[in-house]
């Protein structure tokens, strides 16, 4: 028979608001540790007899507590984030690159005026927000859904609402990928929306509408293709680079040299899905190589295992994987 670890909680309200609507938050606690998660009165049971296991149990609930106290909705993302942040901290040792650091404080992200928070919800993505943390460019790669442009969007959105930075970019390459361009009805604007209309998603679900509309119109928030940059110094600007796979390998370095002083710059991209002609030279897989070495730029790799839109999506990216 199992052992258990047990917490007593003195506050009821506080009992309730952990367990959550029909104990939900404990069921994702034990579909997270593996083990059943009950409660008897004012106490909280976990049954395993494994002290790694009963540890991290216990740093779940201490800051699951201390979110309540702040009056903190404890939402799944919350408590993924909880856990990636302890499992990360564990599996990195002395040399984590969060190391005497309060994990998911330092990661949490904030973004003033809205309602929204944002948490890592893998081990990939805590690495990826504690790279924006720690670098001033960064290399976000991985399939669809693992959210690295939706990471890059929260962090961009905080830092300029919070007046860290002066300006968020946001640009992409435009590439014709089945149609041409110039069949496209419209004028350039409209036929360039489709293709950064992702950007303006991520930044909808985080902000309001009207709220996107104002940074436009005072020019805090600039949309422009790729093509755009050239000839510009972007001083003191977050500026996210998306779909990067497609730039050719003279558009990746007309951007990195476009980075000026006091700007922060993150590069998306998925080499898997690339659209231009010569896939081996996409400017993307080029900088990869030809960077890896430079201490002061920052590489993330997530996978299929970080995809959080839907389970199906990661299984679907890992047949593609197999086939290829």
């Known amino acids: 028979m199992n052992k258990k670890c047990s917490i007593v909680l003195d506050d009821h309200q506080k009992l309730a608001d952990l367990c959550g609507f029909n104990d939900s938050n404990l069921k994702i606690i034990e579909t997270l540790l593996g083990s059943n998660v009950y409660t008897t009165g004012n106490e909280l049971h976990f049954s395993s007899d494994d002290l790694k296991k009963q ?9 699951l507590e201390e979110y309540c106290s702040k009056g903190c909705i404890l939402s799944p993302d919350l408590i993924n984030g909880i ?6 901290h564990e599996s990195s040792g ?13 990661l949490e992200l904030v973004i003033p005026g809205s309602t929204k928070r944002v948490y890592p919800k893998s081990y990939n993505q805590v690495s990826l ?20 442009t939706y990471l890059a969007v929260a962090k961009a959105l905080s830092e300029v609402l919070q007046k860290k930075k002066r300006k968020l970019i946001l640009t992409r390459p435009v590439v014709e990928a089945g149609e041409s361009l110039g069949f496209l009805p419209g004028d350039l604007t409209q036929k360039i929306n489709p293709y950064l209309r992702p950007l303006y998603d991520a930044m909808e679900s985080l902000i309001s509408f009207e709220t996107i509309t104002k940074l436009e119109e005072s020019r805090i928030i600039e949309i422009a293709p790729l ?23 003279e558009q990746m370095k007309m951007f990195l040299t476009r980075i000026a002083e006091g700007s922060k710059a993150v590069i998306t991209g998925d080499i898997t899905q690339i659209d231009i002609p010569n896939k081996k030279k996409s400017g993307l897989i080029h900088a990869i190589n030809i960077l890896k070495d430079v201490k002061e730029i920052g590489f993330s ?18 047949a593609y994987d197999k086939e290829e």
Do not use: C, H, W
Request: proline fraction near 1%; hydrophobic fraction near 35%.
């Open 83 to 88: 856990y990636s942040g302890i499992t990360f």
């Open 129 to 148: 927000l504690n790279k924006f943390n720690n670098f001033d460019i960064i290399f976000a790669v991985g399939p669809a859904g693992t959210g690295k």
């Open 94 to 106: 002395n040399n984590s690159e969060l190391n005497n650091k309060n994990e998911l404080e330092n």
């Open 227 to 249: 093509a755009y940059m050239r000839g510009r110094s972007l001083s003191d600007s977050f500026i996210i680079l998306d779909e990067a796979q497609n730039t050719t390998r």
């Open 55 to 63: 540890d991290q149990f216990k740093k779940i609930i201490i800051k």
């Open 301 to 318: 790799f997530l996978s299929s295992e970080d995809v959080m839109r839907n389970k199906l999506i990661k299984k679907i990216i890992e």
